[in-house]
């Protein structure tokens, strides 16, 4: 899987349980999360679901941005 410069995934780990947040380059210095799960038992189940959701959320925002273009048409 290749990760674009865009989209990416970070986990991190609270007390006893790890969150995992899929994050997005607003610019070079700022970083904006656009989606967050915590809870996670293991950093390994973290990073699955980051995995698993960051291409889910790349596949909508890639259809977002094809209707939002055919609509300036």
């Known amino acids: 899987m290749a990760i674009s410069k865009k989209y990416d995934y ?3 780990q ?3 349980t790890w969150n995992a947040e ?3 380059r607003a610019s ?3 970083t ?3 989606k967050t799960q915590d809870g996670f038992k293991t950093e390994a189940d973290a990073n699955e679901w980051a995995e698993k959701e960051l ?3 790349t596949a909508k925002q890639s ?3 094809k209707r939002r273009a055919e609509k300036r048409k």
């Open 32 to 34: 904006i999360v656009s």
């Open 55 to 57: 291409v889910a959320f």
């Open 28 to 30: 070079s210095k700022k």
């Open 22 to 24: 899929i994050i997005r």
């Open 10 to 12: 970070r986990t991190t």
């Open 14 to 16: 609270q007390k006893d």
């Open 63 to 65: 259809a977002q941005n």
